[in-house]
């Protein structure tokens, strides 16, 4: 799982998470106004709202943004239109990349996302082009305060899980995506704490990555992740420790 642990941890460590709240809000709001739209407004019947409530939650988000994105995408109030799109391509070092959208105007994003892969010396690819690079699954992330590993897994496994990956301070349990929904209701039967739920893709191989290559590539995830319009970005690299410490020192 290296390819989708390796860039939340740079985030991490570069602390980007706090300087971007938000662009995180309104990344979030997004998706959870067109989860609602998508399958309704309640969350016991809509897997994917539950799952992008539970991530603004953990996010701190107000109460009253959720309550009122759910009611946009429900019709209650009036919203603006989003609608999904996939960008595909290859950054530096030809590392794949997949680009997960959100936008009211895709002339207006491709246009932004190309931009921005050809100004860090990346390229946009055709539709499929490095799709197959990526599996989805289901992602569920457990803090690690107060919860042993043994007891987790347990669970988790038992429950339809497929991997458990020790983070620095979470646990993140991979399941098929299927089975992402019976093993988060598991872990929360077990009072076990859980910060988000959702579907990640995971990189069936990677590239190796460092110096100059490395940091551009870090640089376009970071252009591209800034965009509004952008919810998720994958790819298959993968940089040792030491050079992860260079470059964020």
Known sequence: MAGHSKWANIKHRKGKQDAARGKTFTKLIREITVAAREGGGDESNNSRLRSAVLTAKSENMPAANI???????IGELDGESYEAAIYEGYGPGGVAMFVDALTDNKNRTVSEVRHLFNKHNGSMAESGAVAWVFEQKGLIVVPKEGVEEDDLMLVA????????VEEEDTFEVFTPVSETDVVRKAIEEADISIE????????QNSVEIEGKTAQQLLTLMEMLEDNDDVQRVYANFDISDEELATLTA
């Open 196 to 203: 988000r739920s959702e579907l990640t893709r995971i990189p």
């Open 67 to 73: 309550d009122r994105a759910i009611k946009k995408g």
């Open 157 to 164: 496994l038992d429950a339809g899980a497929e991997d458990i």
